[in-house]
């Protein structure tokens, strides 16, 4: 099982190169009883043939994987990998990189902290902010709001088991909200004018509580998933400078958009963030998974996550030049995640990156025009970034399932209605720089 075998090698170099080189198809989902038959007895005592087995792959389970990197895929958030990025994604899988301390991988480390700076220096983080690279925006938030809480004990001597709240609107992404069960803290949730939470309005909702000592934190959303919505960043770091709470900006979604100069003003108090979180496996074109993690004083999330064990001395030195990613968040064995992303700006460079962020942002702009003067389509909202929101008059939930069905089915293209304020609408999520206003005029022709 460990000896070179050139034939297999090929065989999974031919497939990978098959990937790469044509545009994804965005496929159908899968039926469950043709799945579980098509694998039936495939694993037992004895192997198989790899050609049979690939071949398994290739014609029963890889034509069930939605493309999300398709320029047809415009539900969620899409995934848009540069070649570069795929490709030393496959290199870093073979080199068994782990990415859990310096000991063990300071070349790797330094590479993706190079890119964290780059991030950092984006949004205007000081010198010493830094951090790593987690799985997703969802484990990011987690482990900010856990360097919160920790932070927020530490410093206003709460004790285990006392009341801490996180201010949050409703728009924050439902992994806010995970966490906050998770980590045994409540929501203080702040209402929004238009979706967007503003300073002046977590100021109000602060003083109108009777006890907010309490509120240890607040989350902003620098990107709402839904519909691209930056929130009052300037104004909510005021207030929380004023109330001393730790400031999060979830710009896992939007935080892309600091690359892109038409947008890069909307972000302005992003500089004051005590935790930032912007994942590159959705706008900056890097695999799944990878989501960046930025603290302001990355030494508040080495108290709260660095674990301690005797097998684990030798990790740890009083050397802070010596980076331990595993020491800034929930994990310890990690893949050097960031490295794709790394290679692919080390080649193609940042302002390549700009450009294709622009791509989509301009294309959001002028689908809202395109919707605009169509006579029996409403747009919901102007655009803030790359997401679209908008309305079919008459009709119902049913009839945009039924019209998503239909553009799935005919591999037009893959567009999930969603909810806005109690109604069901459609949504295009940009994001791939391929995907172009003719394939939007053919979607939106596909409208009766
Ligand atoms: C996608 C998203 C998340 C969750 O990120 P994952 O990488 O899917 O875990 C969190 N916040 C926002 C605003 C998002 O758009």
Request: charged share 20%.
């Amino acid at each position: 099982m460990h000896t070179h075998d050139p034939a297999l090698t090929d065989l999974v170099v031919a497939a990978l190169r098959d990937r790469l080189l044509h545009a994804p198809t965005l496929n159908h989902p899968g039926v469950p009883d043709k799945l579980d038959k098509a694998l039936a007895g495939v694993i037992g005592p004895e192997g198989n043939d790899p050609a049979e087995v690939l071949r398994l792959w290739a014609e029963q389970l890889a034509p069930t994987a939605i493309a999300v990197d398709s320029p047809r895929f415009l539900s969620f958030v899409p995934a848009a990998p540069t070649q570069a990025a795929a490709l030393f994604d496959m290199l870093v899988s073979c080199s068994s990189i782990q990415g859990v301390s310096w000991l063990l991988a300071s070349g790797p480390i330094t590479a993706e902290n190079q890119v964290l700076r780059l991030l950092a220096d984006l949004a205007g983080l000081p010198g010493e902010a830094g951090g790593c690279f987690v799985s997703g925006g969802s484990a990011g938030n987690l482990s900010a709001l856990v360097t919160a809480r920790d932070t927020a004990r530490h410093r206003r001597g709460i004790g285990p088991y006392d009341r801490v709240r996180f201010a949050v609107s409703d728009q924050a992404h439902s992994s806010i909200g995970n966490t906050l069960r998770i980590i045994g803290a409540e929501p203080f949730v702040v209402p929004t004018a238009d979706h967007r939470l503003t300073g002046p309005a977590l100021r109000a909702a602060l003083l109108a509580d009777p006890d907010p000592s309490d509120v240890i934190g607040v989350t902003a959303t620098a990107g709402t998933t839904n519909a691209g919505i930056i929130d009052d960043l300037a104004g909510m770091a005021a207030v929380a400078r004023d109330f001393d709470l730790w400031f999060h900006v979830d710009g896992a979604y939007g935080g892309a958009g600091l690359l892109a100069p038409s947008v890069r003003d909307r972000y302005r108090g992003i500089e004051h963030a005590d935790s930032l979180v912007i994942d590159p496996h959705k706008w900056l074109f890097a695999p799944l998974d990878c989501a960046a993690l930025l603290y302001r004083d990355p030494r508040l999330a080495r108290a709260a996550h660095t674990q301690d064990a005797s097998y684990l001395d030798a990790l740890h030195t009083e050397d802070a030049t010596q980076w331990n990613p595993s020491d800034y968040a929930h994990h310890l064995s990690r893949r050097a995640r960031g490295l794709p992303l790394w290679f692919s700006l080390a080649v193609h460079g940042t302002r390549a990156y700009g450009e294709a962020i622009e791509k989509a942002l301009t294309l959001a702009r002028e689908t809202a025009a395109l919707i605009r003067n169509t006579p029996h389509l409403e747009l919901i909202r102007e655009p803030e970034l790359s997401a679209v929101l908008f309305r079919r008059t008459g009709w119902t939930a049913g009839d945009y399932a039924d019209w998503s069905a239909r553009l799935l089915a005919g591999q037009t293209a893959f567009v999930a209605p969603t909810g806005w304020e109690g109604e069901t609408v459609a949504r295009f999520a940009f994001l791939h720089p391929q995907t172009t206003l003719e394939m939007v005029e053919e979607i939106i022709g596909t409208i009766a």
